[in-house]
């Protein structure tokens, strides 16, 4: 076993220096969300609908498999771009606290110590929005999972949003929500009053922040189910792409991969950008203890996440499923991180 951990980790730092930057341009901290891509356990939950996941099920999820699971998740988390993991990681399609235990004390990780928070969601098929941080980096001072839908409305079945509160590499504190909106299972005119719900409440959520405190500095990381021109995102969020100086107002980084025609999944021949960073603008400010550019807002595109797309042209993701077909490879989703780091003296 002390062979394997061993190769594995000098794997995850290969490709870490061949996909990295140098050094002297890491940045101070990273804040990574990534959707696990239906991260289940081989056990039967009977409040749950993970029947598909299970030994027996349609997908013939065991053991192996699961491991196999863990070993490309944890794969992609080493090898971020930077010298060492992120200092916090939000998740979504995790199906309880089990599999988090399990995939941050897989060997190329438990090195770094990630604590987790979560809590079970209700969401019928059991998949949860999560997070792991590194302690000797964030100092978290207090989390909260919210219904996406405003208050007064009934609590769907569905995963909340969860808010951290917590002070980064002790620069300075920052509120991060981690989000998995409703999905478009059902037509994307039929559930898109759901993704506006969600969007109104986390519109709230942050400008209660700003009555509480001075120019927060806010990180909104998700799979929101929707492009940043929905008007979810960019109308009830109010997230635009332009740079406005206004410290309080949401800038969509996304934008800027839109105009690379860049995505985070991809459906037959058209990628899509689901998977977002937005953030106050008091992080844009250079004269802030934290500073990230827009540049610092990346996809996650490493080479061997991705393989030749034979019937659309082009590349497309290595999945762990394509439709019932075990594929052994990482998520339906590619990774998002946001570089933060102390500005130039």
Known sequence: MRIISGLLL???????????????ETSLATVMFYNLENLYDTEDDSLK????????????WTGYRFYEKLTALSKVIANTGNWEPPAVIG??????RVVLEKLVRHPLLKTWNFNIIHKDSPDKRGIDVAAVYRPSVFNPLFYRYFPPVPDGDPIPDTREILHLCGILAGEDTLHIFFNHWPSRYGGMMETRPMRKKAAERLRSEVDNLRQKYHHPRIIIMGDFNDQPRDESLSRYLGAGGDITRNPDALYNTAFRWEKEKRGTLKYQSQWNIFDQI????????????????????RILDAPFLLEKDEKFTGTKLKRTYLGYQYKGGFSDHLPVLLMLRKPQP
Not at 14 to 24: C, D, I, N, P
Not at 91 to 96: D, G, I, L, S, V
């Open 10 to 24: 000098i794997v995850a730092l290969l490709l870490s220096t061949r996909y990295g930057r140098s050094q002297e």
């Open 49 to 60: 609908r993970d029947e598909e996941f299970l030994p027996e099920g349609g997908r013939h």
């Open 91 to 96: 998740f979504c399609e995790a199906e309880n």
């Open 278 to 297: 937005i953030i106050s603008e008091a992080l844009l400010d250079t004269t802030a203890r934290l500073f990230t550019p827009p540049r610092d807002a």
